[in-house]
C-alpha cells in the first residue's frame, strides 16, 4: 500500500491572502449594583487608563448605558470581558461597527 504525498493541485484564481482582522468591541453596560467608584478603579487597575480616562468611561456607563471600554482581537476582546465579569462588571463582545 502506498500513500501519496502529493499535494492537490491549486487554482490559480485561489486567493490565498488571510482575512484582515477585523476589530472586536469589549462593552460594560450599567447595573444598579456596583458604586461609581469601583467602576473607576476596575478600568484603572485591570486596563491601567489614568484617573481621567476611567472616570470618563464609568460616566459613560452611567449616563448612556453602556461604554465601549476596549477594542481590539476577537480573542483578546473575549479575555477582557471575562475578566469584566470576574470583577463582577456585565461585559459583553461585539464586532466594531464600520
Not at 491572502?17 to 456596583?34: F, I, S
Not at 484603572?44 to 484617573?51: A, C, K, P, Q, V
Not at 460616566?59 to 476582546?77: C, F, K, S
Amino acid at each position: 500500500m502506498t500513500m501519496s504525498t502529493a499535494l492537490p493541485d491549486l487554482d490559480e484564481s485561489t486567493d490565498l491572502t488571510a482575512a484582515p482582522l477585523e476589530p472586536w468591541q469589549v462593552v460594560v453596560w450599567n447595573d444598579p449594583v456596583n458604586l461609581m467608584s469601583y467602576v473607576v478603579r476596575v478600568f484603572r487597575t485591570y486596563f491601567g487608563y489614568t484617573e481621567e480616562h476611567a472616570t470618563a468611561l464609568m460616566l459613560a456607563v452611567h449616563n448612556d448605558g453602556h461604554a465601549i471600554v476596549a477594542t481590539g482581537p476577537r480573542e483578546t476582546m473575549e479575555v477582557h470581558a471575562q475578566a469584566m465579569h470576574d470583577y463582577g462588571l456585565w461585559a459583553t463582545v461585539r464586532k466594531a461597527f464600520a
